[in-house]
């Protein structure tokens, strides 16, 4: 069961360390850090990616800064309680990785996800007329949890989502990206944020339960 829970939710990522290892807790004497990934896009942009690695995998003590790493693992979220409010808080847990000496990967931001969507997807368009619609999916993780990623399609995929009821099961590959925003916290006070999503570039709803039992195509056997 463990095993295939797993295949429900694969991420891999490579570019360029762009921050120090941080502490975020520990798990029966585990530690577990966060550092960011800065990945390219092919328009030339970055987006700027959160990892959470265990000191089991790499020398945390160690600054890396500027150097090459490829990553593969989940992409997870976790509610974390601040000012009152709960925050969804993404990013990538890494289960491998290895440092490079360049970036010569042929797909250095791929996820493959397959989950339940638990609230009704937002469609609008654009004043300019790009469709778009949101979606949070619910990914069951191992011990009875899940992980609600945010996912965010374009064109006829936004339109097909906008179709699409809560509950519906459904597949979805993409790439991981950021984006900044502003937050008006007070009346002449404004913060700049970053909020993670993925975006949609294939998307398959699955109506029979019975695929329930299948095992999930390992989408990055060519990565």
Aim: charged share 30%; net charge neutral.
């Amino acid at each position: 069961m463990t095993e295939k829970v797993l295949m429900n939710n694969q991420a891999v990522v490579a570019g360029e360390i762009v921050d120090e290892f941080v502490f975020s807790h520990e798990v029966f004497g585990e530690g577990f850090y966060h550092v960011s990934l800065k990945v390219n896009r092919l328009s030339h942009s970055t987006d700027i990616i959160p990892l959470l690695i265990s000191e089991r995998l790499i020398d945390v003590a160690r600054s890396y800064v500027g150097k090459y790493m490829e990553v593969k693992g989940q992409f997870r979220s976790y509610n974390k309680h601040e000012d009152k409010k709960n925050h969804l808080m993404l990013s990538l847990f890494v289960r491998e990785l290895q440092l490079l000496e360049e970036l010569h990967i042929r797909r250095p931001n791929s996820i493959f996800l397959d989950g339940y969507i638990c609230k009704e997807p937002v469609y609008r368009t654009t004043p300019l007329g790009r469709e778009i619609a949101d979606i949070l999916l619910a990914v069951n993780r191992a011990y009875s949890k899940s992980d609600y990623i945010p996912c965010i399609c374009w064109g006829r995929n936004a339109r097909f989502a906008g179709t699409l009821a809560v509950g519906s099961r459904i597949r979805i590959w993409g790439r991981i990206q950021s984006r900044e925003y502003q937050k008006k916290i007070e009346e002449d006070q404004v913060i700049n944020k970053i909020a993670y999503e993925v975006s949609v570039s294939k998307m398959e709803h699955i109506e029979d339960r019975a695929e329930e039992e299948s095992m999930v195509a390992d989408s990055f056997s060519n990565s």
